[in-house]
C-alpha cells in the first residue's frame, strides 16, 4: 500500500504561482508512475501532468503546458507540480495518484488540495 498527502494549495490572484507537494510512503519501490489530475466543482476529474517515478520522464497535458512542470526528489519521495501564470479556470481541487508496477490504474491517491485562484 501507499500513501499519499498532497500540500501546497492555497488562494492565489490570477498569473501568481503555485508549487503542490505530493509525498509518498509505503511501498514506494513498486510506485510506476505518479499522476496529477484536478477536479473543479461539476467536472470530471481531469488528468495534469504525469512523472515517472524512477525514470524522470513527464507528461503535461496541452490545457497546462508551458505553464504547469511536474518534477521529483526520490530522496524525499516526493513529487512537486510547479504552477505559474494561474488562470481562475484552474482552481479546482489536486489530487495525486499512483500506478503502481503491472498495474494499468491509479491505485491509490491523496486527500488532495485545493487551489483557487481569483481574477
Known amino acids: 500500500q501507499v500513501q499519499l498527502v498532497e500540500s501546497g494549495g492555497g488562494l492565489v490572484q490570477s498569473g501568481d504561482s503555485l508549487r503542490l507537494s505530493c509525498e509518498a510512503s509505503?511501498?514506494?519501490?513498486?510506485?510506476?508512475?505518479l499522476g496529477w489530475f484536478r477536479q473543479a466543482p461539476g467536472k470530471e476529474r481531469q488528468f495534469i501532468a504525469s512523472?515517472?517515478?524512477?525514470?524522470?520522464?513527464?507528461v503535461v497535458t496541452d490545457s497546462v503546458k508551458g505553464r504547469f512542470t511536474a518534477s521529483r526528489d526520490n530522496a524525499k519521495n516526493t513529487v512537486y507540480l510547479q504552477m505559474n501564470s494561474l488562470k481562475p479556470e484552474d482552481t479546482a481541487v489536486y489530487y495525486c495518484?499512483?500506478?503502481?508496477?503491472?498495474?494499468?490504474?491509479?491505485?491509490?491517491w491523496g486527500q488532495g488540495t485545493q487551489v483557487t485562484v481569483s481574477s
Open positions: 509505503g511501498r514506494t519501490s513498486s510506485i510506476y508512475r
Open positions: 495518484g499512483v500506478q503502481m508496477l503491472r498495474d494499468p490504474d491509479y491505485k491509490y
Open positions: 512523472i515517472i517515478w524512477t525514470g524522470g520522464a513527464t
